[in-house]
């Protein structure tokens, strides 16, 4: 059986995506993705765990150090990662 409507990859992705609602998810994931790019590779090997959860990005570090640099830089690096995220997907940074 043929189909009257031929669709691209890339709007039956958005389609999967919007179907499901995976976007806020995805937003999150890319997030993680980024957090080397924004705070480079010194920070990122220090860093044991990140996750996001309603917003707010946690952060788990294993240099006392950073993390008191990181204390100082939040709202600086919550802007960064926002900015390269497209959309305010990080409302707040909590350093643990």
């Given at each position: 059986?043929r189909?009257?409507?031929?669709?691209?990859?890339?709007?039956?992705?958005?389609?999967?995506?919007?179907?499901?609602?995976?976007?806020?998810?995805?937003?999150?994931?890319?997030?993680?993705n980024?957090?080397?790019?924004?705070?480079?590779?010194a920070?990122?090997?220090?860093?044991?765990k990140?996750?996001?959860?309603?917003?707010?990005?946690?952060?788990?570090?294993?240099s006392?150090?950073?993390?008191?640099?990181?204390?100082?830089?939040?709202e600086s690096?919550?802007?960064?990662?926002?900015?390269?995220?497209?959309?305010?997907?990080?409302?707040?940074?909590?350093i643990?």
């Open positions: 059986m189909r009257n409507r031929t669709i691209t990859l890339k709007e039956a992705l958005e389609e999967l995506i919007k179907e499901y609602r995976l976007a806020p998810k995805l937003k999150e994931a890319s997030v993680i980024i957090w080397e790019n924004v705070t480079g590779r920070i990122a090997a220090r860093t044991k990140i996750y996001i959860r309603e917003g707010v990005l946690h952060i788990y570090l294993s006392a150090v950073v993390k008191n640099e990181l204390m100082m830089l939040r690096l919550m802007q960064q990662i926002n900015s390269k995220a497209g959309e305010d997907v990080v409302t707040q940074i909590v643990h």
